[in-house]
């Protein structure tokens, strides 16, 4: 297997990788993504808090209904008894009826405060998500600025190393790119490492862990093995 093109390719990827990382690792870059994830936060929480607070006026809305509704029974069940229009018979019934109106009024004054202490949170909430939106939007517009100047420093440079990148990769082999794509895709660069170590001990160039005997013998008869712990490809310097 001839490694060289390969080997060359990988070369400029580690050059554009390093610059494109160094654009990554930004402070300002890294801003920008927290700010706009506190942004996005704070954007649903809003939304939450502003649903949130519908719900409660629905109940609130119901509730009110409720207590005039039977506040309206209380007065002319009072106007009733009052006048002595009600028979002995009447009246007891009337009473009783206010004695369960007046039960029902002490539940619902309970659900009203606990209506207006979720009203409160919901508002408390909702002030606090819109200020922490517009706070995460101006720390946003701020890292950009900053990161798209930066960015704009490395630009030429960055086209440079990728042009170069890929005016090599037509040269290299299709399967070993095959082989070198998986393997960066998984994370793994360098993808191809050169062996360490000496004939009789072998290692890995990339983790360091030795090479079984399956492994050196493949190494010794091609020039180039596969990792076991790793899955990197070695291959003989």
């Given at each position: ?5 390969l ?10 990788k ?104 919901a ?51 299709e ?19 050169a062996?360490?170590?000496d ?20 190494l010794?008869?091609n ?9 990197r ?5």
């Open positions: 297997m001839n490694l060289e093109a080997l060359k390719y990988q070369k400029a990827d580690l050059e554009y390093k610059l494109n990382d160094e654009l990554k690792n930004d402070p300002n870059y890294k801003k920008m993504k927290d700010s706009k994830e506190a942004y996005n936060a704070a954007k649903q929480k809003g939304i939450d808090s502003e649903a949130a607070a519908e719900s409660v006026l629905a109940q609130y809305d119901s509730a009110l209904a409720f207590m005039n509704e039977n506040a309206k029974k209380v007065e002319e069940l009072c106007v009733k008894i009052s006048a002595g229009q009600l028979s002995t018979e009447e009246e007891a019934k009337a009473v009783a009826e206010l004695e369960e109106l007046k039960i029902t009024f002490s539940e619902w004054e309970k659900k009203a405060s606990q209506l207006k202490a979720n009203a409160e949170k508002l408390s909430e909702y002030a606090t998500a819109q200020k922490g939106g517009k706070t995460a939007r101006a720390e946003y517009e701020t890292a950009k600025a900053k990161y798209e100047e930066f960015k704009k420093s490395k630009e030429g440079g960055l086209a440079e190393l990728k042009s170069k990148r890929d005016a090599l990769a037509s040269g290299v082999d399967k070993l790119m095959g082989i070198y794509k998986q393997l960066t895709g998984e994370g793994k660069y360098p993808a191809f490492v062996q360490l170590g004939e009789k001990f072998p290692t890995c160039g990339a983790c360091g862990m030795m090479l079984s005997d399956t492994a050196k013998r493949d010794n008869a020039g180039y093995c596969r990792c076991e712990t790793c899955h490809i070695i291959y003989k310097p």
